[in-house]
């Protein structure tokens, strides 16, 4: 029996231990990477002026006289961000109400693996699929588009990021309680006053941490926009205009 407990013991300390390693491995990772950055960022500033990257509008850094200013980068990324989130969150959130307060159990165990494989697709075809599929019929609707664009690159940023939001935004809804539906029906509401004045607010902050998921998804998405954007480092807010991120 005593050998059987400290058996018992010793594999419950390798256990925790392992769980230990694997919980603490996160953590370093996390650490090394910001450790990287910063001792770059040090190296880089040595050699940069903070104001000038903070203010200057050209990034040029293989020219004979570099520009380092990081301005048209992050505008850029703020027009392509935009553009998507203004497709992704009522998209999203369109589609998590459906198939939370609308949709069959069968047709919702359908649609939402269905919609769950947009975000497996490689974002190298998504950025093909702008340059070559919906540039071109923005072109029909938008005389004188140029072939490179960030309304075309955001747009279907938006498309790759919706199974990001309806997914989470549903999963929150479907957390409310069912009472709270029962509630809202009987003070007479409709299904649809239910799940945009009831459900919604109730779910808010896991709605909230989906649409996060996405602004932080859109902006750190790179090969759609480098594809589909043009990459030219140009300072402007126009959506029809080409530029990088």
Avoid at 80 to 103: Q, R
Wanted: hydrophobic fraction near 50%.
């Amino acid at each position: 029996m005593a050998k059987s407990r400290t058996f018992q013991r010793i594999k419950e300390r390798c256990i925790e231990s392992v769980l230990f390693l694997a919980a603490s491995s996160s953590i370093a990772i996390t650490l090394g990477i910001v450790g990287v950055l910063l001792l770059e960022s040090v190296r880089f500033f040595r050699e940069v002026s903070i104001v000038s990257f903070l203010t200057d509008t050209q990034w040029t850094p293989l020219f004979s006289e570099p520009h380092y200013g990081i301005l048209p980068l992050v505008c850029g990324t703020l027009v392509t961000t935009g553009v998507a989130l203004s497709v992704a969150i009522p998209v999203g959130t369109i589609v998590a109400v459906y198939l939370s307060e609308y949709a069959p159990h069968r047709m919702r165990e359908i649609i939402k693996p269905s919609l769950e494989l947009l975000s497996a697709i490689p974002t190298v075809v998504f950025g093909y699929f702008a340059l070559l599929i919906v540039t071109p019929a923005l072109q029909k609707i938008v005389p004188g588009l140029p072939g490179f664009n960030m309304l075309s690159a955001g747009l279907v940023l938006g498309v790759m990021i919706i199974p990001y939001v309806s997914s989470l935004s549903e999963d929150a809804m479907r957390a409310v309680p069912v009472y709270i539906r029962e509630g809202a029906y009987a003070m007479g509401t409709t299904r649809l006053q239910t799940a945009f004045g009831v459900v919604v607010p109730s779910a808010f902050s896991g709605i909230a941490a989906a649409y996060v998921l996405g602004v932080s998804r859109a902006i750190g998405e790179t090969m759609i926009v480098a594809i589909a954007a043009g990459m030219q480092h140009t300072l402007t807010f126009n959506p029809l205009q080409p530029a990088a991120t």
